[in-house]
C-alpha cells in the first residue's frame, strides 16, 4: 500500500514525498510553516494525506472493488 494512500502518515513519510529531509519537515512544523495541515496527537505528529495529494495534484487513490 503506498503511503499517500492511507488516511494519515508519519511525518517521516510525509517529507520523503516532499523530497525534503525529515529534519527540515519537523523544523517547518514548529515554526507553522508545513505546507499542508499536521495532526498532534500526544507527542506525535501525523500528517493527514488529502492535504498532502491535494498539494502535490494527485488524484485520491482508487478504492479497491
Do not use: H, W
Not at 519537515?25 to 493527514?48: D, Q, S
Amino acid at each position: 500500500m503506498s503511503p499517500v494512500s492511507r488516511p494519515t502518515i508519519t511525518v517521516e513519510e510525509a517529507a520523503a514525498v516532499l523530497g525534503i529531509s525529515k529534519s527540515s519537515a519537523y523544523a517547518a512544523i514548529k515554526r507553522n510553516e508545513f505546507p499542508t495541515p499536521v495532526i498532534k496527537i500526544g507527542g506525535r505528529y501525523v500528517v493527514p494525506t488529502a492535504p498532502l495529494r491535494q498539494l502535490l495534484g494527485v488524484d485520491a487513490p482508487k478504492e479497491a472493488a
